[in-house]
């Protein structure tokens, strides 16, 4: 049973930076990609990224390039994402997500999210 | 930019009754844009996969749920609405590569 598990989120002034992290359990982590899925309060889904299963290709959503950094610890079963220099447009709940299938390259089982609210 | 738009907006409708929620894209689903898939979001819940590859159900997921379609023009329906289905349907696309993923503005089900 896959199980992720989001943690790191509250409120941060303008820019600051956050990380926050994602525990993995119920499969082989080390052999999936995993993704960062935002939602801002009332509003849609929207991409981040993706890293690979071993951690040495990471694609960025224009939105965020230059600003979050993806990493992974496969020693640990554990996804962060590194924000920098926040706004309050970064404001939303941080989905991580799990490969669908092994290199599918697109998110299919997600953990609960956890909130970023970037405020002064 | 690959755009996804879903219709309706919202879609009224009773249990029992048959749900038909749209997607197109705005380039072709080919072998440079190889993956369709549907989630269902339910307040203060992640969003959950229904369907990916155009037609593949997720593990899990009944019967009731099925995708369809090809090129620019996708199609989730649901046969028979139970309660539980009322929710915001998405839909998502990804380039071959770099693979960049996109989603839609999601379709509201709602009660009638």
């Known amino acids: 049973q896959v199980h992720l598990v989001e943690s790191g989120g509250g409120v941060v002034q303008p820019g600051k930076s956050l990380r926050v992290s994602c525990a993995a359990s119920g499969f082989i982590f080390s052999s999936y990609g995993m993704h960062w899925v935002r939602q801002a309060p009332g509003k849609g889904l929207e991409w981040l990224g993706v890293i690979s299963f071993d951690g040495n290709n990471k694609y960025y959503a224009d939105s965020v390039k230059g600003r979050f950094t993806f990493s992974r610890d496969n020693s640990k079963n554990t996804l962060y994402l590194e924000m920098d220099s926040l706004r309050a447009e970064d404001t939303a709940v941080y989905y991580c997500a799990k490969d669908t299938y092994s290199s599918s390259w697109s998110p299919g089982y997600w953990g609960q999210g956890t909130l970023v609210t970037v405020s002064s | 930019e690959v755009v996804l738009t879903q219709s309706p907006a919202t879609l009224s409708l009773s249990p029992g009754e048959r749900a038909t929620l749209s997607c197109r894209t705005s380039?072709?689903?080919?072998?440079?844009?190889?993956?369709l898939a549907w989630y269902q979001q339910k307040p203060g819940q992640a969003p959950r996969l229904l369907i990916y590859?155009?037609?593949t159900r997720a593990t899990g997921i009944p019967a009731r749920f099925s995708g369809s379609g090809s090129g620019t023009d996708f199609t989730l329906t649901i046969s028979s609405l139970e309660p539980e289905d009322f929710a915001v349907y998405y839909c998502?696309?990804?380039?071959?590569?770099?693979?960049?993923?996109?989603f839609g503005q999601g379709t509201r089900l709602e009660i009638k």
């Open positions: 380039q072709s689903v080919t072998s440079n844009f190889a993956y």
């Open positions: 590859d155009a037609s």
């Open positions: 998502q696309q990804r380039y071959n590569w770099p693979p960049l993923i996109t």
